[in-house]
């Protein structure tokens, strides 16, 4: 019998790289945008894959998320991922807008719903589902495919590893997931969560369900009691109380806030990245110190980029 050539041999496993992104948010004054650019320069040097840019609701931010997305792609290393919500837009504006971001050579979109109107009405014709903004993105795309070559537009989605304010149940929340992915979502990116089970339970639910797109857990740097409880109420999502009295207990005292806050972090990565997560995205709220604080106790398997390596180099 002959030897099995290279190709009948099985093949080895070489473990993937873990993606990382970060969270940013557009600037609402000319100091804030001073401390956004030295908390990109820092995140930079951590060679991520790539960074959100939030869009706020109904496009209320529109010129200021678009010339973040502008400076990111023209003075630094960075991909953006651009945020586009749906509730509020019709199909013929949030078309100019996807064309918009095309035009500016943005790849990828993160597509959300959004907030509901807090009045409950919607203008006439606009979209209700994030679904909906994933099909018309995939119809701008075809209209354009032959600026893309061999590439496409990468398209996430969110997912929520606790239940949605709105939902009737946990799995009405993976269907949506589901129907997402049918639509020509890409991949997910989780809502924050606290416990570090959750991730996981998502994801078993999710693959049974189905859904077979990657799920990227979103960790926040727990380092503000009062972000931690603002969110919570934003998102209905009920935060650890055991971690809410750990950063009660700290108040005053901003390094011991920041290790309370930073070691809930990391448990809650660490719990995903064993449970088989394929990468992590950090919520940073436009600051770099506790993301890093984070990076630097996970050591995570990350690729080598020696054009990017040098080019960072050359800048310091």
Not at 144 to 166: D, L
Not at 179 to 198: C, L, M, N, P, Y
Not at 238 to 265: K, N
Request: charged residues 20%.
């Amino acid at each position: 019998m002959s030897p099995p050539t290279f190709i009948d041999a099985p093949p080895r496993a070489v473990p993937a790289p873990v993606a990382l992104s970060y969270e940013l948010f557009p600037p609402r004054s000319e100091a804030a945008c001073r401390t956004l650019w030295v908390t990109i320069r820092e995140l930079e040097a951590t060679d991520p894959d790539y960074v959100s840019v939030t869009y706020g609701a109904s496009g209320s931010n529109h010129d200021t998320a678009l010339d973040l997305v502008d400076r990111l792609q023209l003075d630094t290393t960075l991909r953006p991922l651009a945020h586009l919500t749906c509730v509020g837009g019709t199909a013929e504006e949030l078309t100019g807008v996807v064309n918009e971001l095309l035009d500016r050579g943005v790849r990828g979109i993160l597509a959300l719903r959004g907030d509901a109107p807090r009045n409950g009405s919607r203008p006439s014709g606009s979209l209700r589902y994030a679904q909906d903004l994933v099909e018309l993105i995939r119809g701008a795309e075809a209209r354009r495919s032959a600026q893309f070559a061999a590439g496409k537009v990468a398209i996430g989605v969110a997912a929520y590893p606790t239940k949605h304010p709105e939902s009737p149940s946990e799995g009405h929340d993976v269907e949506v997931l589901l129907a997402k992915q049918r639509s020509g979502a890409d991949f997910a990116i989780t809502q924050v969560f606290f416990h570090a089970e959750q991730y996981g339970l998502l994801v078993h639910r999710a693959r049974r369900a189905g859904v077979t797109i990657p799920i990227v857990p979103g960790v926040m740097p727990f380092t503000s009691l009062r972000r931690v409880e603002k969110l919570s109420a934003l998102s209905g999502v009920a935060p650890d109380p055991v971690l809410v009295d750990r950063l009660r207990a700290a108040a005053g005292d901003e390094a011991a806030v920041r290790r309370v806050g930073t070691r809930a972090a990391v448990r809650l990565a660490r719990a995903a990245l064993e449970a088989g997560a394929p990468g992590l995205h950090l919520y940073t709220f436009n600051e770099h110190a506790a993301a890093l604080d984070i990076l630097a106790r996970l050591d995570l398997p990350r690729p080598s980029r020696p054009l990017l390596a040098a080019r960072h180099r050359a800048a310091v």
